[in-house]
């Protein structure tokens, strides 16, 4: 499977913009920039997209564990919080915090610790980043 994105950006770092889409159409010309990833303009950044893809990849594994232990949530939330670094003479992505909720009758704490930590681990978006950020995950069993 491959799915694709492309990017349009014109002028310098400071002062450009470009604009992202998605194969799926999700995404269709959203304006991205120095202001709205290093300060608080308009538009998305990559850093955004990389925690909306985390928390999405995340919840999508943790709700497969579930299935194979034959529970079912009634919701699960999760938030992504990415943290950009300055490390050396550039910039990195050095951490990504989960945050979960869910709801899921029937299942028991030690359950639902182990299937969300299987997920944190196991979901590919974390596979990417094992060897380069820090990834924590609150997780929370709502009744």
């Given amino acids: 499977m491959e799915k694709t994105a492309a990017v349009g ?12 889409t998605t194969q799926s159409g999700a995404l269709d010309d959203v304006p991205y920039g120095f202001s709205s990833r290093f300060e608080t303009g308009p538009g998305t950044n990559p850093e955004e997209l ?4 985390h928390a999405g990849c995340f919840t999508m594994a943790f709700s497969l564990m579930l ?8 919701h699960i939330d999760t938030k ?22 869910a709801k899921i009758p029937s299942a028991d ?3 639902f610790e182990k299937l969300s930590g299987m997920a944190r681990h196991g979901c ?20």
Avoid: R, Y
């Avoid at 014109?10 to 470009?18: A, E, F, L, V, Y």
């Avoid at 670094?85 to 979960?100: N, Q, R, S, W, Y």
């Avoid at 590919?124 to 009744?143: G, M, Q, R, Y």
């Fill in 109 to 111: 704490t030690a359950t």
């Fill in 124 to 143: 590919p978006v974390s596979k990417l980043f094992a060897n380069n950020a820090e990834i924590t995950l609150d997780a929370k069993l709502v009744s």
């Fill in 80 to 101: 992504a919080k990415v943290t950009l670094e300055k490390v050396g003479d550039g910039f990195a992505i050095t951490k990504c915090h989960l945050e979960m909720e």
């Fill in 50 to 53: 990389i925690g909306a893809a």
């Fill in 67 to 74: 299935t194979q232990a034959g529970l079912t949530a009634e």
């Fill in 9 to 20: 950006w014109t002028g310098g770092i400071k002062d450009g913009k470009g604009s992202i």
